[in-house]
């Protein structure tokens, strides 16, 4: 089952802050967060393991409530370079090896001078 | 550093035709995902390998396969092309079936008249 997320759109002004927010209905052995640009291939940004986990990438992190299967997205002082649609994608915990990353319907997110 | 390759980059087709889509994963990567994507959507998890066994099967048509070959390149075969199959087909690799860090390829534009 596809992770839900909000907002489906932001618009920012640079320098502005962002939330994205990704949740499941699945007991979750990881969450990534990936952004995209028209035309081009998602890029990664970060996976969360553990519940708690909170991770930074520059002036952008994550963190993960293992328990409520929830996961959020902090930009700070975003740039216009973070301008794209980001997804989240998690991944089920379930017995056996195989795991598949299933995507949320994505956040398109639009920095402004 | 060497990246996912996606071929052909583009692809025109007529319906009832096939295709065939082609990856070549990061070196020692050993798993291969495949997604489709299509116009303002999410990406589609579709099949993954994993040591050139299937790990894994999403939404997938029947009219599709795909395998993993010995050198861990995998091809997406599409048989009986419909318009709905247009889309932007996305492979990604990863070390490791638990679905860590995924790269993804820069992808193929299927597009079927």
């Known amino acids: 089952q596809q992770p839900v997320q909000s907002p489906q759109a932001v618009i920012l002004r640079e320098g502005e802050d962002a939330v994205i927010n990704c949740s499941s209905s699945k007991a979750l052995y990881s969450v990534h967060w990936y952004r995209q640009k028209h035309g081009e291939a998602p890029v990664f940004l970060m996976i969360?393991?553990?519940?708690?986990e909170q991770k930074g990438h520059e002036k952008i992190s994550a963190s993960f409530n293992e328990k409520k299967q929830q996961s959020s997205l902090y930009l700070t002082a975003s740039q216009l370079s973070y301008s794209g649609t980001y997804f989240c994608g998690t991944v089920a915990l379930m017995a056996g090896s195989a795991r598949q990353l299933t995507f949320g319907s994505g956040t398109q997110l639009t920095v402004l001078p | 550093a060497a990246g996912v390759i996606q071929s052909p980059r583009h692809l025109i087709k007529e319906k009832r035709e096939t295709a065939t889509l082609k990856c070549y994963p990061i070196?020692?990567?050993?798993?291969v995902y495949w997604y489709q994507q299509g116009p303002g959507q999410d990406p589609q998890f579709l099949i993954s390998f994993y040591e050139k066994m299937q790990s894994d099967k999403g939404s997938i048509p029947d009219r599709f396969s795909a395998q993993q070959f010995s050198d861990y390149h995998s091809e997406l075969n599409m048989s009986s092309l419909e318009l709905g199959d247009s889309a932007l087909y996305f492979c990604?690799?990863?070390f490791g079936s638990g679905a860590e860090k995924l790269f993804f390829g820069s992808g193929t534009q299927l597009s079927v008249l």
């Open positions: 969360l393991l553990k519940g708690g």
């Open positions: 070196p020692r990567h050993d798993t």
């Open positions: 990604a690799s990863s």
